[in-house]
């Protein structure tokens, strides 16, 4: 059993930075994928960035290409999202979830987990950032 706790979202201004940090209070997250999804008020969830459980490759969605860092702290159980230049539009509730990869191979490709796919998800720590 895994279970995962989001912190480090805050009200900052626009411009400026933010680090989010996903633990598992319970379990660990070794060798497994952790991803970033953000949901902004009255839209749909997206991906922000996802690392891999087997080499810590890491993926982007096209929300925060860019301005964003993705890193695992396995000492400190933790999987971090570092986000710069932030901007009112980044403004939502950030959710970490884990599941054994950041991909799926269906009909014969690889394509992103999509939200529903991943097991393991936090409570969701909110961003806002003001103009």
């Known amino acids: 059993q895994l279970q995962l706790e989001e912190s480090g979202g805050a009200l900052v201004q626009y411009g400026g930075s933010l680090r989010l940090a996903c633990v598992a209070s319970?379990?660990?997250?070794?060798?497994?994928?952790v991803v970033w999804w953000r949901q902004a008020p009255g839209k749909e969830r997206e991906r922000v960035s996802c690392?891999?459980?087997?080499?810590?490759?890491?993926y982007s969605g096209d929300s925060m290409k860019g301005r964003h860092t993705i890193s695992r702290d396995s000492a400190k159980n933790t999987v971090y999202l570092q986000m710069n230049s932030l901007k009112p539009e980044d403004t939502g509730v950030y959710y970490c979830?884990?599941?054994?990869?950041?991909?799926?191979?269906?009909?014969?490709?690889?394509?992103?987990?999509?939200?529903?796919?991943?097991?393991?998800w936090g409570q969701g720590t909110q961003v806002t950032v003001s103009s």
């Open positions: 979830a884990a599941d054994s990869s950041c991909h799926l191979y269906v009909a014969g490709e690889y394509r992103p987990r999509t939200a529903e796919e991943y097991t393991y």
């Open positions: 319970q379990g660990t997250l070794e060798k497994r994928a």
């Open positions: 690392i891999s459980g087997a080499d810590d490759s890491t």
